[in-house]
């Protein structure tokens, strides 16, 4: 029954073109379940193709950039770890013990906890894990380690045959492959010994470039359209490209224009021309502009130049990750996040992309603000940019950046900032969401947090976002991260402000308004509302003001209801690492154990303040600080329950100490 209203409310999200073009992939999918489309390598010369792209565009790594490496032995993802010096089940979910069929891919089921969790797999067959591999044998000339290497290669192929089993299900999946096999074959074809070893010559020539074909097969075969061309879309031109730009296929050259077209037009569908990522998911802007990025580097190698107005976007995008990190360049969380990489470049799958990307920006643009963030050059910008990049780097002076407010107005997005000129650690900095719920009809990754706000003093989060924790299993703990009660928002009737119509589709999209926004040397003021609670009858305006100079934040919710009964809710998430201490019923004292200063908070009279922490009956107080990781913490809640039509008031101060 709940697949086939998933069905229902996911046609209820396409245009009359998507449903046309949904048919097509139907008959597409029958003739591939019965070979009747599936291509042939007779004929191939794949002798050919290796001779003409056993090429590199790399020169030797610099050790200082990849002594990381040495033990590496584990990978390590979403709190679980494989030791790749042993046999890799490519189909077993090591989070539930549960193992997909290696049956027709495009008919398994990944929206239930029947097989265990795609994710988990997808995490591992993206194969991530070969590219700190590959560099390291590179530093070594370890000829076991480059057995090793093939082996792993070999077992993924000979275990997923085209088409075959979960690893063939999702498009973006296939693509990060393509992106970290060009990196691993750039890295190795560097060494011109390898060009005499006859084995890993057979290898490349029987087992990879065979491998590599299927995957740009898929690729351009099966692109994500209409309603599901958000990041998947992306990631499908960006693998295609680089992989065009690698290997000498008879289709390459079609393939790379195609590719090239496809991100040109991408870049300014994603995002806006202020460089904030339309699918409303601030962990996804390092994903997805990684996507954008790496093809222009790839291109640049090889003589390949992106528009200028693409190259503008990636500044802007730059310019909007300055923003959202706060003084410790921890980024402020919203919409969906699951610890997506393109690139691994070390054995910590946590690495700092957010700053890897504002490094990459200086050296593109010779800016010495994104170097400001960036700091210190790496492996990752080692392998986009090679030593005329880190030449670059270096040269580009080192500066202060003291930040101030920001506020993106025609996208809802706005962060309340003051840095201390004398103390450069202290640092007041709030982020405001009246941006809209997502990106396409479906709003795969956004949350319902329509003016949701987060509060970090001195680099220490004390008001948060609480996270995503998972996408398709465990449904009850999926519906409460996403929903409005899990943001720090008015919630009515515990009503989400749109309506959740699968793990990740929303149908009846809520509308913000801007209503207001002022800036002065002393007093900053957002004001914004929503739609989303139109069909309750009742309505939510959000006013912030910042008091710069005396440090106060006033947040004032004017809720409209009309005469029906209705039970207002303002939670106020906390971080697990926020001490509380109580002045008084309504007045309490918030600051985080590991550092920073202290806040008072003070909530409207009218409410009744209650404290949860860790509830599972309802969900309430969890917070996920990454994917498939979740642990208690504290949720203050004001509550008020009203019979008659009225608009109240509620003022909330928070006054950093």
């Given at each position: 029954?709940d697949?086939?209203?998933?069905?229902?409310?996911?046609?209820?999200?396409?245009?009359l073109?998507?449903?046309?073009?949904?048919?097509?992939?139907?008959?597409?999918?029958?003739?591939?379940?019965?070979?009747?489309?599936?291509?042939?390598?007779k004929?191939?010369?794949?002798?050919?193709?290796?001779?003409?792209?056993?090429?590199?565009?790399f020169?030797?790594?610099?050790?200082?950039l990849?002594?990381?490496?040495?033990?590496?032995?584990?990978?390590?993802?979403?709190?679980?770890s494989?030791?790749?010096?042993?046999?890799?089940?490519?189909?077993?979910?090591i989070?539930?013990?549960?193992?997909?069929?290696?049956?027709?891919?495009k008919d398994?089921?990944?929206?239930?906890?029947?097989?265990?969790?795609?994710?988990v797999?997808?995490?591992?067959?993206?194969?991530q894990f070969?590219?700190?591999l590959?560099?390291?044998?590179?530093?070594?000339?370890?000829k076991?380690?480059?057995q090793?290497?093939?082996?792993?290669?070999?077992?993924?192929?000979?275990?997923?045959?085209?088409?075959?089993?979960i690893n063939?299900y999702?498009?973006?999946?296939?693509?990060?492959?393509?992106?970290?096999w060009?990196?691993?074959w750039?890295?190795?074809?560097?060494d011109?010994?390898?060009?005499?070893?006859?084995?890993?010559?057979?290898f490349?020539?029987?087992?990879w470039?065979?491998?590599?074909?299927?995957?740009?097969?898929y690729?351009?075969?099966?692109?994500?359209?209409?309603?599901?061309?958000n990041?998947h879309?992306v990631?499908?031109?960006?693998?295609?490209?680089?992989?065009?730009?690698?290997?000498?296929?008879a289709?390459?050259?079609?393939?790379?224009?195609?590719?090239?077209q496809?991100?040109?037009k991408?870049?300014?569908?994603?995002?806006?021309?202020?460089g904030?990522?339309?699918?409303?998911?601030?962990?996804y802007?390092?994903?997805?502009?990684?996507f954008?990025?790496?093809?222009?580097a790839?291109?640049?190698?090889?003589?390949?130049?992106f528009?200028?107005?693409?190259?503008?976007?990636?500044?802007?995008i730059?310019?909007?990750?300055?923003?959202?990190?706060?003084?410790?360049?921890?980024y402020?969380?919203?919409?969906?996040?699951?610890?997506g990489?393109?690139?691994v470049?070390?054995?910590?799958?946590?690495?700092?992309?957010?700053?890897?990307l504002?490094?990459s920006?200086a050296?593109?643009?010779?800016?010495?603000?994104?170097?400001?963030?960036?700091?210190?050059?790496?492996?990752?910008?080692?392998?986009?940019?090679?030593?005329?990049?880190?030449?670059?780097?270096?040269?580009?002076?080192?500066?202060?950046?003291?930040?101030?407010?920001?506020?993106?107005?025609?996208?809802?997005?706005?962060?309340?900032r003051?840095?201390?000129?004398?103390?450069?650690?202290?640092?007041?900095y709030?982020?405001f969401?009246?941006?809209?719920?997502g990106f396409?009809?479906?709003?795969a990754?956004?949350?319902?947090?329509a003016?949701?706000?987060?509060?970090?003093?001195?680099?220490?989060?004390?008001?948060?976002d609480?996270?995503?924790?998972?996408?398709?299993?465990?449904?009850e703990?999926?519906?409460?991260?996403?929903?409005?009660l899990?943001?720090?928002?008015?919630?009515?009737?515990?009503t989400n402000q749109?309506?959740?119509?699968g793990?990740?589709m929303?149908?009846d999209?809520?509308?913000t308004n801007?209503?207001?926004?002022?800036?002065?040397?002393?007093?900053e003021?957002?004001?914004?509302?929503?739609?989303?609670?139109?069909?309750?009858?009742?309505?939510?305006?959000r006013?912030?003001?910042?008091?710069?100079?005396?440090?106060?934040?006033?947040?004032?919710?004017e809720v409209?209801?009309?005469?029906?009964?209705?039970?207002?809710l303002?939670?106020?998430h906390l971080h697990p690492?926020?001490?509380?201490e109580?002045?008084?019923s309504?007045?309490?004292?918030?600051?985080?154990?590991?550092g920073g200063?202290?806040v008072n908070?003070?909530?409207?009279?009218?409410?009744?303040?209650?404290?949860?922490?860790?509830?599972?009956?309802?969900?309430?107080?969890?917070?996920?600080?990454?994917?498939?990781?979740k642990e208690?913490?504290?949720?203050?809640?004001?509550?008020?329950?009203?019979?008659?039509?009225?608009?109240?008031?509620?003022?909330?101060?928070?006054?950093?100490?």
């Amino acid at each position: 029954m709940d697949s086939l209203l998933w069905y229902i409310n996911r046609i209820r999200t396409m245009s009359l073109a998507e449903i046309g073009y949904r048919a097509q992939q139907y008959f597409q999918k029958q003739k591939e379940k019965k070979g009747i489309l599936n291509f042939t390598h007779k004929g191939r010369d794949y002798d050919q193709i290796l001779v003409a792209s056993n090429k590199s565009v790399f020169s030797k790594i610099p050790l200082d950039l990849a002594q990381g490496l040495t033990g590496y032995c584990n990978f390590e993802f979403f709190g679980y770890s494989v030791n790749l010096n042993q046999e890799i089940d490519w189909h077993l979910d090591i989070s539930t013990g549960k193992r997909f069929p290696v049956s027709f891919s495009k008919d398994i089921n990944i929206r239930s906890d029947k097989f265990g969790n795609a994710k988990v797999i997808w995490e591992i067959n993206r194969l991530q894990f070969l590219l700190p591999l590959a560099i390291r044998y590179s530093l070594t000339k370890d000829k076991t380690e480059l057995q090793h290497w093939m082996q792993l290669v070999i077992s993924w192929v000979n275990n997923n045959p085209y088409l075959k089993g979960i690893n063939w299900y999702s498009n973006i999946e296939v693509n990060i492959r393509l992106i970290v096999w060009y990196f691993c074959w750039q890295v190795l074809w560097q060494d011109e010994e390898l060009k005499k070893d006859k084995e890993f010559n057979v290898f490349a020539k029987e087992t990879w470039l065979p491998a590599i074909y299927e995957h740009c097969i898929y690729s351009f075969q099966n692109p994500s359209k209409y309603s599901s061309a958000n990041n998947h879309l992306v990631a499908e031109y960006s693998g295609l490209f680089i992989a065009s730009c690698c290997w000498k296929f008879a289709e390459a050259e079609n393939w790379k224009t195609y590719a090239m077209q496809g991100l040109e037009k991408e870049i300014k569908i994603q995002f806006s021309p202020n460089g904030i990522n339309n699918e409303q998911a601030a962990e996804y802007i390092q994903f997805i502009t990684d996507f954008f990025l790496i093809p222009y580097a790839v291109g640049a190698k090889i003589g390949i130049n992106f528009s200028n107005e693409y190259k503008q976007y990636l500044y802007n995008i730059s310019v909007y990750i300055i923003n959202l990190l706060d003084v410790k360049k921890n980024y402020r969380k919203y919409g969906d996040e699951d610890d997506g990489k393109v690139l691994v470049t070390s054995s910590d799958h946590h690495f700092d992309n957010f700053s890897s990307l504002l490094i990459s920006s200086a050296i593109l643009f010779n800016n010495e603000r994104f170097k400001s963030i960036g700091k210190s050059f790496d492996l990752k910008n080692w392998l986009l940019w090679g030593n005329s990049g880190r030449v670059k780097f270096e040269k580009i002076q080192d500066i202060s950046l003291n930040l101030t407010s920001s506020f993106y107005e025609n996208d809802g997005q706005f962060f309340f900032r003051k840095a201390d000129i004398v103390d450069s650690e202290k640092e007041i900095y709030m982020h405001f969401d009246a941006a809209p719920l997502g990106f396409l009809s479906i709003a795969a990754h956004g949350h319902a947090d329509a003016l949701s706000l987060n509060l970090t003093v001195d680099g220490y989060p004390l008001i948060v976002d609480i996270g995503t924790y998972t996408y398709h299993t465990e449904k009850e703990w999926r519906n409460y991260f996403v929903s409005t009660l899990g943001h720090n928002t008015i919630c009515v009737d515990k009503t989400n402000q749109s309506c959740q119509a699968g793990p990740t589709m929303w149908l009846d999209h809520y509308k913000t308004n801007l209503l207001k926004a002022e800036h002065s040397k002393y007093i900053e003021l957002v004001s914004a509302s929503h739609s989303g609670y139109k069909k309750l009858g009742c309505t939510h305006k959000r006013t912030i003001k910042f008091n710069r100079e005396d440090d106060i934040f006033t947040i004032t919710d004017e809720v409209g209801v009309n005469s029906k009964q209705h039970n207002i809710l303002q939670p106020w998430h906390l971080h697990p690492d926020v001490n509380i201490e109580g002045i008084t019923s309504h007045e309490f004292i918030l600051q985080n154990k590991k550092g920073g200063r202290k806040v008072n908070m003070k909530f409207d009279e009218q409410l009744q303040i209650d404290i949860a922490t860790g509830q599972t009956d309802p969900i309430l107080g969890w917070y996920s600080s990454s994917f498939l990781i979740k642990e208690p913490t504290s949720v203050l809640t004001g509550k008020l329950v009203t019979t008659s039509r009225q608009m109240i008031l509620l003022n909330t101060s928070i006054h950093i100490l």
